[in-house]
């Protein structure tokens, strides 16, 4: 799934991806009170594309797997603190690191 280049014979599928906030606002999925964010590497475009439905009030709590190497291979070694500050810009306010990698954000 995370490849830095392409290698003889490997296959490749192309993925279409939606923003949250967009599939929330045209119907195609109900506004959460809670979100896992397992992506591999993506969590701060994930959040980054959810910001309106992290901020409603009925978004409660999340639960973000936080891949700290794959983040640093992509030169993203800030994502961490910045997925932190994002959640707490929509309100969430406790913060607990219930594994070594796995984030729970919730709203008082």
Do not use: Y
């Amino acid at each position: 799934i995370v490849a830095q280049r392409e290698t003889s014979g490997q296959r490749t599928t192309r993925v279409t991806t939606h923003r949250g906030d967009t599939l929330v606002a045209s119907g195609a999925a109900p506004a959460p009170d809670f979100i896992k964010v397992d992506v591999e590497g993506h969590e701060l475009a994930v959040i980054s594309g959810m910001a309106e439905q992290l901020a409603r009030p009925e978004c409660r709590g999340v639960l973000c797997e936080v891949h700290f190497n794959l983040l640093a291979q992509t030169g993203q070694e800030h994502a961490p603190d910045e997925i932190k500050s994002r959640l707490h810009a929509s309100g969430f306010r406790n913060f607990d690191w219930v594994s070594r990698s796995h984030l729970l954000a919730r709203k008082n």
